[in-house]
C-alpha cells in the first residue's frame, strides 16, 4: 500500500477493494505479487508454484502416509460410478508433511499482502481422487463479517489429467453477490433437516447460464497451487478413470479481526448464527471472533445458539466429515441418509463409526 492511499475500506480485502489499483500501486510490491494480485482481482482465482524446495519429498510422504486412510476398491466398486470422491479432513492433526504445507510462510505473507490483514490457516483437505463435486462457493461454508475474508488455495501433490476429475471454476463469479439463505427465503433456526448445499445448487446453475460464464478446467502439474476467492464458484469435474489418483491438497485460511460463521446454517436476523471458532492451525489455539476491533461476547455466541429451536439431537465431534461417515456405514451409504442427522439423532448411541477402518 502507498504511503499517500488512507484505504477508507479496511473491511473489504484489498484484491477486491473498489481502490483495487491505488492498494496495489506500492513500487514495493514485487512483479509476481502483482501479477497474482491482478489475476485474483480479474478472474477470482490465481496459478502459483508452491514455494518449498522440498515439495516432491513432501508429497510422496503425503500420499505414503494418507493412503492406507481411504477404502479404494469400495472406491472403485462403487464410489466412482457414483460420483463420489474421497477426503480426509484436518491430515494436519497427524501429519506433519500436510501441516507443513498450510504453514508455509511464503503462502501466508502473500496471503497477507494480497488481503491487507494478517491470514491464519484453519482447515486441511486431502483427496487421492477428483471430488466430483457440484459447483459451489465456499461463501455459504466458511464466511466471515466483513465478508469475503476467507480463501482456498489448492495444491497438486500429483500432475493431474483430464481423465482424473480437476478443478474446475468459473472466471468471474467472485464478483457476484453473495446470497445466503434470506436471499433464497429459508431458514434454518426453522428447519427440522440441517441444510447442505443443495439448497443452493439450483441458484447456482441458473446464475451460471444467466451470465454466460463458461467454466475452466486446471489440469496442474505437481507443486502448482491456485489461490481463489471466497465466493469465486468452484468445484470438481467427473472422474472419468477410476485407476488414476488425483492426490492434491486444499489450504483454508481466515484473517485477522473478524466474526467466522457458516451462513448456510445461520439466520442472523432471527437471532441464529452458527459462529465458528476453528483451530489456528500455526499455533493450535482457537480464534476469536471480533467484530470492529472487539471480541463478541462469548454470552452473545451463547445466546446466538441457543436460538437453534428444532431438536438438532447430539452435537457432532471435531473434524466430522459426513461423506467418511456414510463410507463407514454402508447402509446408510445406500440408503442415501442426511449423514449430519442420522448421527446426531442415532449414530452417536450406536456407536456408529466415524471413518471406514
Known amino acids: 500500500m502507498t504511503a499517500t492511499f488512507n484505504n477508507p475500506l479496511p473491511g473489504v480485502p484489498a484484491i477486491e477493494s473498489p481502490f483495487f489499483a491505488k492498494i496495489f500501486a506500492d513500487p514495493t510490491i514485487d512483479a509476481e505479487t502483482l501479477r497474482i494480485a ?121 500432475d493431474i489429467s483430464d481423465d482424473a476429475g480437476p478443478l474446475v471454476y468459473y472466471p468471474g463469479s467472485h464478483k457476484w453477490p453473495i ?5 433464497l427465503g429459508v431458514c434454518s433456526a426453522e428447519s427440522s433437516e440441517r441444510f447442505n448445499q443443495g439448497v443452493y445448487e439450483p441458484l447456482w446453475r441458473e446464475l451460471v447460464d444467466t451470465h454466460g460464464v463458461e467454466p475452466k478446467t486446471f489440469t496442474a502439474k505437481k507443486g502448482q497451487a491456485l ?75 451463547r445466546a446466538s445458539r441457543e436460538r437453534d429451536r428444532k431438536d438438532r439431537g447430539a452435537p457432532l465431534p471435531d473434524g466430522f466429515d459426513g461423506q467418511q461417515y456414510l463410507l463407514a456405514n454402508k447402509d446408510l451409504f445406500d440408503a442415501k441418509v442426511d449423514p449430519v442427522h442420522h448421527y446426531r439423532h442415532y449414530g452417536w448411541k450406536e456407536g456408529r463409526p466415524l471413518r471406514p477402518e
Open 38 to 158: 491482478r489475476d485474483l482481482n480479474e478472474n477470482g482465482f490465481a496459478v502459483f508454484d508452491f514455494p518449498d524446495s522440498d515439495f516432491d519429498a513432501i508429497a510422496e510422504k503425503i500420499k505414503a502416509d494418507l493412503g492406507s486412510q481411504f477404502n479404494w476398491d469400495y472406491w472403485r466398486e462403487n464410489g466412482f460410478e457414483r460420483g463420489e470422491g474421497m477426503r480426509v479432513q484436518d491430515a494436519w492433526q497427524s501429519s506433519d508433511e500436510v501441516r507443513r504445507i498450510a504453514t508455509n510462510q511464503a503462502v501466508i505473507d502473500l496471503l497477507t499482502k494480497l488481503y491487507g490483514r494478517q491470514a491464519h490457516p484453519f482447515q486441511t483437505l486431502n483427496f487421492p481422487v477428483g471430488t466430483q463435486q457440484h459447483f459451489h462457493t465456499d461463501s455459504i461454508h466458511f464466511s466471515s463479517v466483513p465478508e469475503r475474508f476467507m480463501c482456498g488455495v489448492w495444491v497438486a501433490l500429483e
Open 179 to 183: 446470497y445466503t439463505n434470506e436471499h
Open 227 to 301: 489461490i481463489w476467492l471466497a465466493n469465486l464458484l468452484h468445484g470438481g469435474i467427473r472422474q472419468t478413470n477410476s485407476n488414476v489418483s488425483r492426490w492434491s491438497q486444499v489450504n483454508h485460511y481466515y484473517f485477522d479481526g473478524c466474526a467466522y460463521y457458516t451462513p448456510m446454517h445461520s439466520d442472523p436476523a432471527y437471532g441464529f448464527m452458527e459462529f465458528r471458532t476453528p483451530l489456528n492451525i500455526n499455533t493450535g489455539q482457537r480464534f476469536t471472533n471480533q467484530y470492529a476491533g472487539h471480541d463478541i461476547p462469548d454470552d452473545v455466541i
